[in-house]
């Protein structure tokens, strides 16, 4: 959530996003260009008139050697697709976001989240991820995708995808599904498989070995299922690239008879020199979560979810989730009026299908922080849901409000989120210090337990371990070998 980014209020990223997803206009590039053919003038003017937004809602482009590494695999993988003769040809960009994602837009754009390549354990995979995402664009996947929205009269109308259950708000829909990836870039089940049949025919291409796609859709379902437990949920439906890309686990074994017997290089050694060092989980400057706390040492804030949720942090808000009601901590315009801020955040949530109007703005203090709030009674279509829009005054020109939707008359269920919200010292913003991740040789002496109590993590430490790895439950310490490890470091 940098600062820049996050004062830009969510419905300009929204709106953009969903004019290129479901497409307006009457004609959608590469719905009638065979599959497999070069990139049209078209097409790759598609890709670069909606590049700035696809960054910006990601946390923004990483450069130095992390990205350039990301870059080069990216584009030797992408060029064997036959969308294009030169590697130069595709752009290939590394995004400074917590979330394991991936995806690739038409006119050979292709992007990977920092923390999607920490998960990774060779180049193998990291091409693998990227061959599938060059798979979809060199498929047209999107451009069918966008034609049969536009048969649907869908008409670019991104809070219909996302939110319709809600308000239908573009908004709104943020409380239920954190960003716009996840209507950009939701695929048929037919169309993964088909992703996944090119990347790993990209992959042979290439001289790796094909195996690698399988091996990471493995990691990606381990890492799900991990998450889902970490955050006491059930499921594993978190936005993350193996939501937008559904059932990774399923895959695997499609993935494993597509390789057949097929060999190749892995560089594992070589990848994980190249990613040693790199930001792993919230980078500070988008504000870091630390169990149920989150704090953002930019910003000098900081509150505490209820007992029972769980956060994910965006690069536009943070939402918290529970059983009980969702909540979304974002920025609007302020003029310096509490009561009109909160009245301009109800206007924007019914937007123009619907008035949603408080009973009435209350002021209170909260940690010595000005405050205003009010709730409104809402039918969502299929039941009566409390909004309830909390909002604080950091500065004369800097406000931040919450945005929660509870089951009516349990509009309560945040009362303690609202109360923690407060200013944090400079101390306090100093001593938040990143994640990195440490690659390291393992000795003679050394287990599973030994490196994994070396993680830079209260709980789970083993299992946090295994997964990074890409290590099953049996899996043993190969002296000599490198791994990684997630510490604390500036």
């Known amino acids: ?204 291409r290439a001289g790796y070995d094909p195996h690698a796609m399988a091996t990471l859709l493995t990691s990606l379902a381990a890492q799900n299922q991990l998450d889902a437990q970490l955050q006491g949920r059930g499921d594993a439906t978190i936005p993350a690239w193996a939501s937008t890309h559904p059932d990774p686990a399923s895959r695997v074994q499609n993935a494993l008879q597509l390789a057949q017997g097929g060999t190749g290089v892995i560089n594992r050694d070589t990848f994980l020199n190249r990613i040693d060092g790199m930001v792993y989980g919230d980078d500070p400057a988008q504000g870091v979560i630390e169990g149920r706390q989150f704090i953002h040492p930019e910003l000098r804030l900081s509150f505490t979810a209820p007992q029972g949720f769980y956060m994910v942090n965006g690069t536009r808000a943070v939402t918290i989730n529970g059983d009980q009601g969702r909540s979304q901590m974002t920025v609007g315009q302020f003029n310096g009026d509490l009561n009109s801020y909160v009245r301009d955040v109800f206007t924007k949530l019914g937007g123009e299908q619907q008035q949603v109007t408080p009973s009435s703005i209350e002021r209170t203090t909260v940690n010595g922080l000005p405050a205003a709030y009010g709730t409104a009674r809402v039918n969502n279509g299929q039941q009566q849901v409390d909004v309830t829009v909390f909002a604080y005054e950091f500065s004369p020109n800097t406000a931040y409000h919450f945005m929660s939707i509870t089951p009516a008359g349990q509009a309560g269920t945040f009362n303690s989120l609202y109360q923690s919200m407060r200013r944090i010292s400079a101390s306090e913003a100093g001593a938040v210090v990143p994640r990195r991740v440490d690659v390291v040789t393992a000795g003679r002496g050394d287990t599973v337990r030994s490196l994994a109590n070396r993680m830079a993590y209260t709980d789970a430490q083993e299992a946090r371990f295994r997964v990074l790895n890409g290590l099953s439950a049996s899996d043993q310490i190969v002296p000599g070998q490198e791994y990684k490890l997630v510490i604390r470091s500036n």
Not at 51 to 66: K, L, S
């Open 1 to 204: 959530m940098p600062i820049k980014k996050f004062r830009k209020f969510t419905a300009m990223a929204l709106a953009g996003a969903a004019s290129l997803a479901l497409g307006a206009c009457a004609s959608i590039p590469g719905a009638n260009v065979a599959p497999g053919s070069p990139i049209t003038a078209e097409e790759a003017q598609v890709g670069a008139q909606y590049h700035d937004q696809f960054v910006a809602e990601f946390g923004g482009e990483m450069t130095g050697p992390y990205a350039r590494y990301v870059e080069q695999v990216g584009s030797n993988i992408a060029v064997q697709s036959g969308l294009a003769t030169r590697p130069d040809a595709f752009d290939v960009t590394l995004l400074n976001s917590s979330v394991n994602n991936a995806f690739a837009v038409p006119g050979g754009y292709v992007y990977a989240t920092r923390q999607l390549v920490n998960l990774m354990n060779n180049e193998a995979e990291l091409a693998a991820v990227l061959g599938h995402e060059v798979g979809h664009v060199a498929a047209r996947h999107s451009a069918r995708r966008q034609e049969k929205a536009q048969r649907n009269q869908l008409l670019g109308l991104l809070g219909a995808v996302i939110g319709g259950g809600l308000l239908g708000s573009s908004d709104l829909a943020q409380l239920s599904l954190q960003g716009s990836q996840l209507a950009t870039l939701s695929y048929s089940r037919s169309q993964e498989l088909e992703a996944d049949q090119l990347g790993i025919q990209y992959l042979n």
